[in-house]
């Protein structure tokens, strides 16, 4: 195993816990940014471009039939083939939390549609359920099992908001760990069943799963309910036959206590644990081998990397799965240092082979660290693009790399911002005051200035008023910048009025015009 630090080249501020890593055609690209797409990168899809120990993380193109994926963290990933020979295949994300610490409830579908100067174009889409739909959550897992010619995805585990009926303002965004069901999901027509199992009696999070064939096994996983990490390890067996689906449940002994670990796969039926918790603040810095073969399990300890200091005293870590045994991990920066940066990041390759063959395997796990806290929401991008031209980006790498600087200040445009002197608004312990919020309070743009965005019930609007402004097109000011507004009004153009010009009191006619003869006849006279 060596352990080599790797340089972000353009930027670090993406890279957060919770992000995914998906891998299409021999590339790894990243899912699962810190805040909203800007105009940079309006997909919020990189390639992961690891070049000499370098990552530049290169915008990725959608489609113009793509529906908008948001960026989810903490998700459900795997991957789905058409069969278990099947080259072809696409991605399975489920659940996860927005920028905003909304958990969605969606499945979206990841295809690569064509491929120009190593570029590559998804389509993404969203799948409806029907049938015992599993609620919003995250940290948890889905894998595909195959049977009878047949697939079928498993889910299974993670949080959830408490149910609506207990939120109060003090519990407004407390968690608990979502009921031990497994869900099987037929992707093809969009179906959903719920499975109770006896053998799955505690919720768990932030697991690792594995599947194989008709079996998915679950290992370790933290209950927060019980605030333990159970050396958990269970077989599930989807049976598919014609008729309706048989689900079993097998508890098996020789599990780990471990959560939030990193799993690579390194052949066809070994694969590696890396990273993750055995305790609440205490790092997991063994490795384990896990090996698959005749439909069983066997779990061994394995070489330890020779960790770096900074790793070893680091309080969280985080990262995910690169493919080819290969783990990407960060740690946060020392902020005692002068100029420090906001993560290092190391890549980890447990397997000396570059190149592996295609497998019949397929892996899953929470590559993220335990949800540190609630993420900090953020305001909606101005412009999005959900799709570009294959050729939009064509060109040099300075025109195809993320620009950092595009990035607005993230901390002053979310919903939880203290928008004036005044302001009352708190994530804790707001609650929903006109009939049109829900889960974050309503918002109006000032045009002051550069503009700024402000709480509708701190500026005491009237929920017809802001019906109003939100369907018309006038300006609005807010309390603080009315006056200044007023004052810097330029006045109406007034029309001039036109004054008729007077008329004389005595007009002059014209003269009398004397003819030859007259003037004659007056010489004459006179002389």
């Known amino acids: 195993m060596s352990l080599q630090m790797v340089t972000v080249s353009n930027n670090t501020a993406l890279l957060q ?6 891998h299409f055609d021999g590339q790894v690209f990243f899912f699962g940014q810190k805040g909203w797409p800007k105009r940079s990168c309006p997909t919020g899809v990189f390639h992961f471009d690891m070049k000499q120990n370098q990552l530049k993380l290169k915008p990725a193109l959608f489609s113009k039939d793509s529906c908008y994926l948001p960026p989810l963290r903490y998700p459900a990933i795997c991957m789905l083939k058409g069969s278990v020979d099947s080259e072809k295949h696409q991605y399975i994300i489920h659940g996860g939390k927005t920028p905003n610490n909304e958990l969605s409830a969606k499945i979206y579908v990841m295809a690569t549609v064509c491929k120009n100067n190593k570029k590559v174009t998804f389509r993404c889409t969203e799948k409806d359920l029907v049938g015992d739909v599993p609620e919003a959550r995250y940290g948890h897992s889905i894998d595909v099992v195959y049977s009878r010619g047949k697939s079928m995805g498993v889910l299974f585990g993670g949080r959830s908001y408490i149910p609506p009926a207990q939120r109060t303002t003090e519990k407004w965004n407390s968690v608990v760990d979502c009921l031990p069901h497994v869900f099987l999901v037929d992707f093809e027509f969009g179906c959903s069943t719920v499975y109770i199992l006896p053998e799955l009696q505690d919720g768990l999070s932030f697991h690792v799963s594995i599947a194989k064939n008709d079996t998915v096994y679950i290992l370790g996983g933290h209950s927060l309910a019980n605030n333990i990490r159970p050396a958990n390890l269970y077989r599930i067996t989807v049976d598919l036959p014609l008729g309706s689906p048989a689900v079993s449940c097998t508890v098996l002994s020789g599990g780990i206590s471990v959560s939030s670990a990193i799993l690579t796969q390194t052949s066809s039926n070994e694969f590696v644990i890396v990273g993750g918790y055995q305790l609440e603040n205490q790092k997991r810095m063994v490795c384990n081998i896990v090996s698959l073969e005749n439909n069983k399990i066997e779990i061994h300890d394995m070489e330890t990397p020779d960790w770096t200091p900074d790793i070893k005293h680091s309080k969280i870590w985080f990262g995910g799965n690169m493919g080819n045994g290969t783990v990407f991990l960060g740690i946060p920066g020392d902020n005692k240092q002068v100029v420090s940066e906001a993560f290092y990041f190391y890549m980890l390759k447990c397997t000396a082979d570059d190149v592996m063959e295609d497998q019949k395997t397929f892996t899953n796990s929470q590559t993220s660290t335990e949800d540190p806290g609630d993420s900090t929401p953020f305001e909606d991008s101005e412009e999005f693009c959900f799709s570009a031209e294959a050729n939009s980006f064509d060109g040099d790498d ?26 009352d608004v708190d994530v804790n312990t707001w609650v929903p005051f006109y009939s049109t919020e829900l889960n974050k309070p309503a918002m109006i743009y000032c045009s002051h200035g550069d503009g700024h965005w402000v709480h509708a019930q701190c500026m005491d609007l009237a929920e017809r008023t802001l019906i109003q402004l939100s369907e018309g097109s006038n300006k609005y000011y807010c309390n603080e910048h009315v006056g200044i507004a007023r004052e810097l009004q330029t006045p109406k153009r007034a029309i001039p009025i036109k004054n008729p010009p007077l008329k004389s009191l005595r007009k002059k006619g014209p003269g009398k015009i004397l003819t030859p003869a007259k003037k004659s006849f007056l010489r004459r006279l006179f002389e």
């Open 17 to 22: 816990p919770g992000f995914s890593l998906m």
């Open 398 to 423: 300075e025109f195809d790399t993320y620009n950092e600087d595009d990035e607005e200040d993230e901390s002053e445009t979310g919903y939880w911002i203290t928008c004036c002197g005044t302001c």
